[in-house]
């Protein structure tokens, strides 16, 4: 099995930052992707920012600029800054994680628990 823990979250002023991390352990041959969803309440989950093989990063419009995603391979790990945080920006922080087994080609999609992330104005 594989365990998703995330990690960071915190109630910050408008203006502020915070850094989530996200750690993947173990039954992990590779993993293919890390991406970083959001939940406010009454609202769908959505897309923050994502990170797949090879570096190639995605976001969200309303994040783009703002929030900045990396990884650490060695530690199965992804990182989410967060810059200039808004009101808007609060809700649950849900890291989703991506990851081959074994040598099959088949994947395998985990979540967190998610973290809270509330942002004053």
């Known amino acids: 099995q594989v365990q998703v823990v995330e990690s960071g979250g915190g109630l910050v002023q408008a203006g502020g930052s915070l850094r989530l991390s996200c750690v993947a352990s173990g039954s992990i041959f590779s993993i293919s992707a890390m991406t970083w969803y959001r939940q406010a309440p009454g609202n769908e989950r959505e897309l923050v920012a994502a990170v797949i093989t090879g570096g190639s990063t995605n976001y969200g419009d309303s994040v783009k600029g703002r929030f900045t995603i990396s990884r650490d391979n060695a530690k199965n790990t992804v990182y989410l800054q967060m810059n200039s945080l808004k009101p808007e920006d609060t809700g649950v922080y849900y890291c989703?994680?991506?990851?081959?087994?074994?040598?099959?080609?088949?994947?395998?999609?985990?979540w967190g628990q998610g973290t809270q992330v509330t942002v004053s104005s």
């Open positions: 989703n994680v991506v990851v081959r087994r074994g040598l099959s080609l088949r994947t395998y999609d985990y």
